[in-house]
């Protein structure tokens, strides 16, 4: 019998500000028209002002509690993927904590930029798997809007607020005898697949830090060279990710990928051989929400219908860092 972590439930919080493509355009040298052909972002949501990561995290979290019908005291572990903490500490996670009145579990932050969630998840499911946890809340949230130079067009315009959350709750699997089939799968986490190469760090960063300038800083990115990476470690991630479960591209029902840019995107998904009706893209309205588009993007194909249970979900990412990773799931 092996112990397995189970999504019971997933939510999301996305602030009520949206600033379109076209008032960005009313303030910097930029269109909607090379914002969408380049990204496929139309839109983001921005938080409004004294609206904290916590605050997102917290409504993202509740709604996921809510999902899967467990009270904050149940909970143990509560865990944020953020790049854009409330403050240099104490973790968001442990606002949070107390925001739900969820006690005395470990909770903390964790910081892998837009591979946060995979990273986090990761982490949640270790702690279930080795027994020193029952009930996890894994939230991916960010206010990237905080962290952006409004005067750069090259990376002001591809960022966006918004929060997910993911409840993990262990459960005793019998594995079956002989090979079995997709149906034997257990539901939950299958695998996940964690990478960094902190060598090429500078490619996407901020120019400040507590112990370098004192200063939060702002987001600085070589766009081309980050989108040259993105598309050769996601391939192989993934290559990875199907190989450790013995699946190839066909047994996938969902690509839930991070949301950095349309093209990346579809790029990955060529190279699986998919179509894209099996990826839930979410870039046109919330832009790239950092540790928060993969939830972000699960909890609405779970609320309309599209991921159905025992469907099989890849999720990917890659981002700051430079980090990148994946993970596969049975809904
Ligand atoms: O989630 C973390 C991971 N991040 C990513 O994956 C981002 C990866 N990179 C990208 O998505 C793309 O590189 C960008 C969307 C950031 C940029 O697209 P690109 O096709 O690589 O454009 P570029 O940086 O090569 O710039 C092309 C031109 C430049 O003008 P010149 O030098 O050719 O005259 C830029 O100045 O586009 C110009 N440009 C803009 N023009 C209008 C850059 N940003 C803008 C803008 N509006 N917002």
């Known amino acids: 019998m092996n112990v397995r972590s189970q999504i019971v439930g997933c939510g999301s919080y996305l602030p009520e500000r949206v600033m379109t493509n076209d008032e960005i355009a009313t303030f910097l040298d930029t269109s909607d028209e090379w914002i969408a052909a380049r990204t496929g972002i139309r839109q983001r949501h921005i938080a409004a002002e004294g609206e904290l990561t ?3 995290a917290f409504n993202a979290a509740d709604s996921a509690l809510r999902a899967a019908g467990i009270r904050a005291c149940e909970v143990d572990l509560i865990l944020v993927a953020t790049t854009t903490p409330d403050k240099t500490f104490p973790a968001t996670a442990t606002r949070v ?7 005395g579990g470990p909770a903390f932050d964790l910081q892998a930029v837009c591979t946060g969630f995979i990273y986090a998840l990761a982490v949640a499911d ?3 798997r080795l027994g020193q946890v029952d009930t996890a809340v894994v939230i991916g949230a960010e206010t990237m809007s905080r962290l952006l130079d409004w005067e750069d067009r ?3 315009v591809l960022f966006g607020d918004g929060a997910g959350a993911v ?3 262990s459960s005793n699997h019998h594995a079956p005898s002989g090979s079995g089939g997709r149906e034997n799968l257990p539901r939950g986490i299958l695998s996940t697949h964690l990478h960094a190469d902190g060598r090429i760090g500078n490619l996407l960063q901020t120019d400040g830090g507590p112990s370098s300038t004192g200063t939060v800083g702002t987001l600085k990115m070589s766009g081309r060279e980050v989108f040259r990476h993105a598309v050769a470690n996601l391939a192989s991630v993934l290559e990875e990710a199907l190989a450790a479960n013995g699946m190839t ?3 996938i029902d969902w690509v839930v990928p991070h949301q950095a840019n349309r093209r990346i995107i579809e790029g990955t998904i060529r190279k699986l051989g998919l179509d894209e009706d099996r990826v839930i893209i979410t870039i046109e309205r919330h832009a790239n929400t950092s540790a928060a588009s993969i939830p972000l993007a699960l909890d609405e194909g779970v609320r309309d219908g599209r991921i159905q249970p025992g469907q099989v979900l890849l999720m990917e990412a890659m981002g700051g860092g430079m980090t990148w990773g994946a993970g596969l799931a049975r809904w």
């Open 97 to 103: 904590q107390a925001m739900l009145g969820a006690e």
């Open 154 to 156: 090259s990376t002001c």
């Open 167 to 169: 409840v993990l709750k």
């Open 249 to 251: 591209p066909a047994d």
């Open 126 to 128: 270790s702690f279930i």
């Open 54 to 56: 916590s605050d997102l």
